[in-house]
């Protein structure tokens, strides 16, 4: 017979374990944060990332890319908590305690809560082109002020020298915290955004998380550099052997600033919906929301249905730009050119709108009659050439609509062809003359994350057998086949109507063959600071670059036989053989050379003796 026994209720087992509130993650699998964490998580000023997309408009392009900033945000606090108690269990010494742990953490969590609609698109494209040089304005500088409402209108309780160590983390350099005394340790700030090299942990959750969400593949092993991590002399250190590693992450975050964020479709869908918002403007008075964060707590990606639902005729153009939008009625690229960095501020100013499109009128005769001699020739984007004739006749001719015949009597209604929807035919522009409004130009910046600078030189690396002394990677030891420029200026051009996209392109590349193309780039800078350069200008053969489409490469010279000797370009030696005349090619030598060719006037033609 069972024994009653009294139940000491007094002793609770959970009572000194730390309650934590899981989250499934596509990327990180389970991730768990503790109450303090949580509160700053169940707040509306947070829980405002889940309406603003991580890619932007990138979306309307890739349908995988439909993750917003909210799950990103819990990725970066999930590995920026990761890393800070690695270090802390790896290296005592470094005095990591409880209070750098909690404020790293929540660094992770809200470096995104001033994110704007449709992210960069917001920050980068529509204020500055609102309010132009009146403000300089940052969704870094708008993530402070959102933190500082969240804490203040949800009653969390924490100091104000942890508010302000917190925004420097943001940020990624000592502001606020100077004066904190002791001072904050100096290598927290490289973990949510490093300054110095680019390897933080913002990065390593978006490049993970993007490239899975658009079904790209990434070479990123984020917990192997985890691992590796150690600080050496006040700096974030990683192990030489993992060299390769992290230049594939600089590689991967080009890449997918190349192929997905800054796609050709994707930038033409930014600069609709920036006219989308600026003709919105007037109405909703955005950019001055962006002081207030009551008001720019309600400012999402959701400001395109607002518009759209809106009967506001003030609010007519913004309509017209979405339902284009909709209907997938974007603007046609018609050229694109890949050019050295240093080309953006000396064409920005002449590779204009309104340089292309007085030029398309131009070339069309609308102000000069004469415009078969001005341009005899022109490429088109499959590569051949026609005349001035056939690029007038291709544009102006409408397209041709094919009839649909009656049905037969008797067929069954399932069996007949709905009649076609003319609704989402672009109409027909092509006799239309071209104005600055019909035509974008687009100049996009990439790069390996530090603009034109090697990151992978800017990382500190230890060795296996001195892991207390470190040194940055020198490119003899980083391996041979690297890019000789780490920045890359991609223009294109854009038509708003593809029957004007011909015109617009032999357009475009006429006015890019009066642009200045610079021989040596190294006289960049000194071309760039002469502002008395005469825009579209022609410039003299005594110039210091040359009008060309691209920059020249001198042609080979031909090698040529005096006396014995040949004589090649600059480049090769000077070989005289004895003896007089050459000797006489084997028959196996002729076999070779019948099969593997030289080029024609190639300074190899004369081959040399193995």
Known sequence: MPVDRDIDTSFNPVEDVEELRSFRDPIWDLIQFNKFACSFIDTPQFQRLRYLKQLGVSYFVFPG????????????????????????????????????????????LCHDLGHGPFSHVFDSHFIPRVKGNQRSWSHEEASEMMLDALIKENGIRISTDKVEFIKDLIQGESRMSLHHDPPEKPFLFEIVANKANGIDVDKWDYLARDSKMVGETCPLVATRLLEAARVVDGRIAYNWKDSHSINELFYARYSLHKKIYNHKVARAIEHMIVEALIAAEPVYHMADKIDDPSEYLLLTDSILEEIERSKDPRLEESRRIIRDLRRRKIPHRVE???????????????????????????????????????????????????????????????????????????????????????????????????????????????????????????????????????????????????????????????????????????????????????????????????????????????????????????????????????????????????????????????????????????????????
């Open 65 to 108: 890319a439909s993750h917003n900033r909210f799950e990103h945000s819990l990725g970066t606090a999930y590995l920026a908590r990761k890393l800070v108690v690695h270090l802390k269990e790896r290296q005592p010494s470094l005095g990591i305690n409880d209070r750098d742990i909690e404020c790293v953490e929540i660094a992770g």
């Open 336 to 610: 694109e050119k890949c050019v050295h960095a240093d080309y953006r501020p000396l064409w920005k100013e002449r590779l204009t709108p309104a340089a292309v499109a007085a030029m398309a009128r131009e070339i069309a005769g609308h102000t000069n009659p004469n415009f078969k001699e001005i341009l005899p020739h022109t490429k088109l984007s499959d590569g051949e050439t026609t005349s001035a004739d056939t690029v007038i006749t291709d544009v102006a001719s409408p397209t041709t609509d094919v009839a649909t015949p009656d049905p037969i009597p008797g067929t069954p209604a399932s069996m007949i062809p709905d009649t076609p929807d003319d609704s989402n035919e672009e109409e027909d522009f092509s006799n239309v003359p071209v104005t600055e409004k019909d035509v974008i130009v687009d100049f996009c910046l990439l790069h390996y994350g530090m603009k034109e600078k090697d990151p992978l030189g800017l990382v500190p690396c230890y060795g296996k057998n001195d892991p207390y002394h470190c040194s940055f990677i020198r490119p003899s030891e980083s391996g041979s086949l690297k890019p000789r420029n780490f920045q890359e200026l991609v223009v294109r051009c854009y038509a708003r109507h593809r029957s004007q996209g011909k015109i617009i392109q032999a357009a475009f590349r006429k006015v890019m063959e009066k642009l200045p193309v610079i021989e040596d780039e190294s006289n960049v800078a000194s071309i760039v600071a002469d502002r008395s350069l005469t825009p579209l200008a022609i410039q003299s053969p005594g110039s210091s670059f040359t009008v060309v489409d691209a920059p020249i490469t001198p042609k080979p010279t031909k090698v040529e036989k005096v006396n014995s000797e040949v004589t090649a370009p600059n480049t090769f030696m000077t070989v005289t053989r004895s003896g007089g005349s050459p000797r006489k090619k084997s028959n196996k030598r002729k076999e070779e050379d019948r099969e593997f060719p030289a080029e024609p006037d190639s300074p190899l033609r004369k081959r040399s003796k193995r």
